[in-house]
């Protein structure tokens, strides 16, 4: 029972961050990809901030919640906006800012989550939500900046191995990008890695810079509020 009451405690914090954060996330590839001429996600009808167009029954929901109960990693992904790279004006270019655009769609929202944080530290003590409220902006940093560090792993199916798959020439970036059709393998490998600590040891440096970072750049904000 403590467990369960754990759980639903954490998903209570956790499900709107996370919500917002595969959402901006995958839209931010499909404007990105329209901007520079491929309509697919748009005809498609995935153009949309609402979660719900962008969740996958099993990789949003099982898949975490599984992992989760069983070795304590909630690891899971979203459905993938649809991008024709073929379509853009210059593919192997404009594939790295489509690839980027989540990422850096995950760290604007960070930043929100952090002026939230800092705003409610301005919130009299005795508004009944500002605790939950404030564990809810806290979940937001952490999601987004975990969101934004782990997709810039240069691993193809991940964002960064799509940026670097842009940034070779032509002939390394095809045997590069061929690295996708192991994704089922290279998604196990980083769960292994996952819960045996060493991609969050791996990470955790950077991380904390990131957090860092986002709070020195809400200085302006608190000496504004004092």
């Not at 919130?123 to 940093?141: I, K, N, Q, T």
């Amino acid at each position: 029972m403590n467990d369960i009451n754990v759980t639903v405690q954490t998903v209570a914090v956790y499900l709107v961050p996370v919500l917002f954060a595969i959402s901006l996330h995958e839209a931010a590839h499909g404007y990105t990809a329209r901007y520079f001429g491929d309509p697919t996600a748009s005809n498609e009808g995935r153009l949309s901030l609402n979660p719900i167009r962008h969740i996958d029954l099993f990789g949003t929901i099982l898949l975490p919640l599984t992992l989760y109960w069983a070795i304590g990693v909630p690891f899971g992904y979203a459905k993938p906006v649809p991008v024709d790279f073929s379509r853009l004006r210059n593919p192997k270019r404009q594939m790295a800012w489509v690839a980027l655009a989540g990422p850096m769609a995950n760290l604007a929202m960070a930043f929100g989550w952090m002026i939230a944080h800092v705003l409610l530290g301005t919130v009299s003590p005795g508004f009944a939500m500002r605790g939950y409220l404030d564990e809810v902006s806290l979940a937001g940093v952490a999601v987004n900046v975990v969101m934004f560090c782990f997709n810039l792993i240069p691993v193809p199916p991940l964002d960064g191995g799509r940026i670097v798959a842009g940034m070779l020439p032509d002939s390394l970036s095809r045997k590069y990008a061929s690295i996708d059709r192991y994704t089922p393998f290279v998604f196990a490998l980083l769960i292994f890695l996952s819960y045996k600590g060493y991609l969050g040891l791996a990470l955790s440096g950077v991380l904390q810079k990131a957090v860092e970072l986002l709070y020195a750049m809400t200085l302006p904000l608190r000496m504004l509020l004092g």
